[in-house]
Every structure is written in structure tokens, then in C-alpha cells.
């Protein structure tokens, strides 16, 4: 039985690093859940049984259409469980609480490199009751069963005989060196044209200002000697070239290039992101 609205939120981090933006995938409205004034002095309490019970319901659904199971990660859990507890304390049913952070705020980290995001959050009394619930709802159910997202938290706090769920879904993948994402780029760029590869530190070092600073900055570049283009972008992943990058490579008086890359968390991309530099000779 379903006691109240569920609503889903499926955040994607665009393939070219912008901030994430909060959305309702499912386009239903913020809930505030009606609580008798006797149950206002419960405290909420987690359920650590609970959560594993989520879990192995999420993996046993996913097995069934053939996607791999979800690993549970530290980082999604905590911020679950922050975000259930939030809910309960003010009896509200919502994506993002007043003066809480978004989405993309709350799963930052500095171990953790997400490609993309999603989040349920449900108001029910048992846990097989919230979880099919959810899975009957498609929006819900995408979330659960999506194929790329490989790592999940769950967060479920108790008030009386209520549970407020949190399960926030990711892929993630562990970001690189940046030698190994500047051969990527390298990778890329060759795979369009056969230019040759120079080596550049100073490019690297470009990169990693553009990263301090949290913009994109071509002038960090333009600086360090004569060539014909410079190309600075930000991404997920760094072997996305941006569509700006087909003015040089089509540009047969080309004959070689340098790359420097720099990985970094910052205000504008929270999840993380790589800061690329290209210069074109």
C-alpha cells in the first residue's frame, strides 16, 4: 500500500562537464506528508536492516533483465541516509529540502568520479511495500534497473510505524592520471588525424591553473609560444573532444600537437571533471 506521493529525480551529468541541474523526472510536485501531531515527538532512527534488505531487492530486480548488481558505496550511503534523516526530522517528502543542497552537492566527494546520478525517495510503512511500490512506478523503475549505473546508497529512517526512503543511484569509475588521460586525448585527436604527439609540461600546468581557478581559461595557453589553435575544454571524460575541435583538425596545415590535463573537484563541478588543454602546431 502506498501511503503517500513517491517522486524520482534522475540527475545525468552532461557529457560536457556542466553543472548538474535538479530535475523531476517524473514530473510530480514536492510532497509534505501529513503527520498526526502525536507522532512530531518520535525521533527518527535509522535501519541498517532495512538498507541491506533494499539492496538485495535492487540486485534481485536487476538480475532478472540482466543488468549487473549494484555495488554499495560509502560515499551514496551517507549522503542517502543524510537526506532520509533530513526528511524525517521535518516530516516532508522532497528532492531537496529548503536550505538543503542539490543533488550534485550532496553526493560530492573527493574520492568519487560520477558520470551520472539519480535518486528515488519514497514514504511508505515496510520496506517490500516502498520497494514495490517504486518498481511500479516507471520512472522509479528506470532508476532501478538502469544498466550504466554500477553503485548505489541507501538511507532509511524510521518515524513511528513510517520509513522514508532514500536510494541514490551512480555511475562512477575512478578518475585517471593525468598522463593516462592525456594519452586519451592523444588517442582521440590521432584517431581523426595523424598528427604527432609533442610532449609539454608546461601545458599540464596550464591545465591545472584553468582547474584552480574553476573556468576555462584559453589564455593559460596562448601564452606558451607560437601555434596555430589552442583548445581548452572540460568533460567527464577527457577523450570527448568538443565539437570546437573540428576547426582544427580540419585544418590540413597542422602538424602536431601537445596535451595537458589536470582532474579536479571545484564549486562548478563538484563530482569532478577534467580541465584539457590542446595546443595545435
Do not use: W
Not at 532509511?156 to 526512503?165: N, T
Not at 596562448?222 to 573540428?246: H, K
Amino acid at each position: 500500500m502506498l501511503l503517500a506521493f513517491i517522486v524520482t529525480m534522475a540527475l545525468l551529468l552532461p557529457t560536457s562537464a556542466q553543472p548538474m541541474e535538479s530535475a523531476n523526472a517524473a514530473g510530480a510536485p514536492r510532497a509534505t506528508a501529513d503527520v498526526p501531531p502525536s507522532r512530531q515527538r518520535l525521533l527518527p532512527r535509522y535501519d541498517l536492516k532495512g538498507e541491506e534488505e533494499l539492496l538485495t531487492l535492487t540486485n534481485q530486480e536487476r538480475q532478472r533483465v540482466g543488468a549487473a548488481p549494484l555495488g554499495l558505496d560509502r560515499t551514496l550511503t551517507s549522503a542517502a541516509r543524510a537526506h532520509a534523516l533530513a526528511m524525517a526530522e521535518r516530516h516532508q517528502l522532497s528532492h531537496q529540502l529548503p536550505g538543503e543542497p542539490a543533488l550534485n552537492q550532496r553526493l560530492a566527494s573527493n574520492t568519487l568520479h560520477l558520470l551520472r546520478a539519480g535518486e528515488n525517495v519514497a514514504l511508505d510503512i515496510e520496506i517490500d511495500q516502498a520497494h514495490e511500490a517504486l518498481m511500479h512506478s516507471p520512472h522509479h523503475r528506470e532508476n532501478l534497473l538502469r544498466g550504466d549505473y554500477n553503485i548505489v546508497g541507501f538511507g532509511i529512517a524510521r518515524l513511528g510505524d513510517q520509513i522514508y526512503v532514500v536510494e541514490d543511484f551512480g555511475e562512477s569509475e575512478p578518475p585517471v592520471s593525468p598522463s593516462q588521460a592525456e594519452d586519451r586525448v592523444a588517442a582521440a585527436i590521432k584517431g581523426q588525424r595523424p598528427l604527432k604527439r609533442l610532449q609539454s609540461p608546461t601545458l599540464r600546468r596550464a591545465a591545472c591553473s584553468m582547474a584552480s581557478e574553476d573556468q576555462i581559461n584559453p589564455r593559460q595557453v596562448s601564452g606558451l609560444g607560437p601555434m596555430r589553435y589552442v583548445l581548452a575544454y572540460t568533460d567527464l571524460r577527457p577523450e570527448s573532444l568538443p565539437r570546437d575541435a573540428r576547426r582544427p583538425l580540419n585544418d590540413r596545415k597542422l602538424r602536431s600537437f601537445a596535451v595537458g590535463s589536470c582532474y579536479a573537484h571545484t564549486p562548478t563541478y563538484p563530482n569532478g571533471a577534467y580541465f584539457v588543454a590542446v595546443a595545435f602546431y
